[in-house]
T-cell receptor
């Protein structure tokens, strides 16, 4: 157990639907990062939050949004889902910026049918 | 051209062999990570390097900042080392020091 908890582990949903992925960072970590891993694009950075505030944004679609709550857990919301959104979604956490090292969660596998 | 290039894409070795995976990058970075991903998906951070060399057990990672190149070595390889190894750099053309940009990974298979 890495200390970073992601739920659910697997999710199957239909096109057009909306889902929420949840991440609880390792105790003491203030930064949360979201990554998407698809077969054609590989691993890509989506977004980073630090202590509740958005810190950096990557290749995140407008249909996707995220937030970090006061207890530091984070949620990634994916809406109007398309087949191409099927992927593994990873959360990672670090104490501050990523220069302090990363811990990854085990991922949520999203299948859109 | 990808910012992070790994080679080889696939590597098959016999148990006990010395293995080297290479990573080249084309942008300025603040640090480089080596990650391991087993079948089933979980990602483990093996090393984070900003200079020199690090060793952990049978794994050694080196980085040459001037050459923009890093290598991951596995000594006395074992079938349990079979996994995808991913190089990721922190900092890049996007200007943020926090995001990771990933190579496409090297699939290592170690046969008994």
């Amino acid at each position: 157990d890495s200390g970073v908890t992601q739920t659910p582990k697997h999710l199957i949903t239909a096109t057009g639907q909306r889902v929420t992925l949840r991440c609880s960072p390792r105790s003491g970590d203030l930064s949360v990062y979201w990554y998407q891993q698809s077969l054609d694009q590989g691993l890509q950075f989506l977004i980073q939050y630090y202590n509740g505030e958005e810190r950096a944004k990557g290749n995140i679609l407008e249909r996707f949004s995220a937030q970090q709550f006061p207890d530091l857990h984070s949620e990634l919301n994916l809406s109007s889902l398309e087949l191409g959104d099927s992927a593994l979604y990873f959360c990672a956490s670090s104490v501050g910026g990523a220069a302090n090292g990363y811990t990854f969660g085990s991922g949520t596998r999203l299948t859109v049918v | 051209k990808n910012e992070v290039e790994q080679s080889p894409q696939n590597l098959t070795a016999q148990e006990g062999e010395f293995i080297t995976i290479n990573c080249s990058y084309s942008v300025g970075i603040s640090a480089l990570h080596w990650l391991q991903q087993h079948p089933g998906g979980g990602i483990v951070s093996l090393f984070m390097l900003s200079s020199g060399k690090k060793k952990h057990g049978r794994l050694i990672a080196t980085i040459n900042i001037q050459e923009k190149h890093s290598s991951l070595h596995i000594t006395a390889s074992h079938p349990r080392d079979s996994a995808v190894y991913i190089c990721a750099v922190m900092g890049g053309s996007g200007g943020s020091n926090y995001k990771l940009t990933f190579g496409k990974g090297t699939l290592l298979t170690v046969n008994p």
